[in-house]
């Protein structure tokens, strides 16, 4: 959620690379702020007590045989569209098309990132809700710490998170397909506004500040080895 904004910003930056990798953040980060369990966490004071990730959400809710890659509630709602690369395409156009766009609101296709965020939350309570009332506790996991098993959620549970998830997907689309639109008409407009003509000019103050921050760097670089770690 931190990392969105600027990512977004990025789209529309000077540098095409830097801009298509920006994108590829922002199209996976703004699709997991849809996702109920990408934004929040089972902090119920029983079977999950340790902050800050609690149930991790929902990877520690688990059911089925005991294994190390056992069944678990956050792969039941990142599965919830496809679990499989084949059938991502026909997905996408059947969601598309039992969601268009006017079936949302103007005020649900314009709300902000934080916004987003609590909304998914709210979603994700009675996720939560519906699983406990659902199932019934086992007992703790042999085979992943801090794990609790539980009975499997019924035909029912998994049908509404599907459809929950169907409909997230498709707003997430709409929303995504808004802020890149936003991104670009403004940069659009700042180029309009400058003149054509005076495009070279601005790539050659461009390398200049490179070059300068280089040389500057040059020295300090020499007398030490950095290493930097990206995380994702």
């Keep these: 959620m931190r990392q969105l904004p600027g990512q977004i910003e990025l789209i529309a930056g000077a540098d095409p690379l ?11 980060l703004l ?5 109920p369990l990408h ?5 119920d004071g029983e079977y999950f007590t340790t902050p800050p990730e609690y149930d991790q959400g ?29 059938d991502v395409e026909a997905r996408v156009q059947a969601t598309l098309g039992d969601y ?23 979603i994700a309570k009675t996720a939560y809700d519906d699983f406990l009332s659902d199932t019934t506790y086992q007992g703790p996991s042999q085979t992943a710490q ?18 929950i998830c169907r409909e997230r997907a498709a707003l997430a689309a709409y929303r995504l397909a808004r802020i890149i639109k936003e991104q670009l008409a403004g940069s ?16 050659k103050a461009a390398k200049k500040v ?23």
């Design 100 to 122: 268009p766009q006017s079936h949302f609101s103007a005020a649900q296709l314009a709300l902000g990132l934080e916004d987003i965020a609590y909304e998914t939350f709210d």
């Design 188 to 203: 659009v407009s700042s180029l309009r506004s400058t003149g054509t003509g005076r495009k070279k000019p601005a790539k």
């Design 18 to 28: 830097a801009a298509a990798d920006a994108l590829c953040y922002v199209i996976h």
């Design 146 to 163: 801090g794990g609790q098993q539980f009975s499997s959620p019924s035909p029912k549970y998994r049908s509404n998170a599907r459809t």
């Design 210 to 232: 490179v070059k300068k921050v280089a040389k500057k760097a040059a020295p300090a670089a020499s007398k030490k080895k950095a290493k930097a770690a990206r995380r994702r």
């Design 39 to 43: 934004c929040a966490a089972l902090a």
């Design 58 to 86: 929902g990877n520690l809710i688990r059911w089925g045989k005991d294994v190390a890659r056992g069944s678990n509630l956050h792969a039941l709602w990142d599965d919830s569209i496809s679990s499989s690369t084949g």
């Design 31 to 35: 699709g997991d702020l849809h996702q």
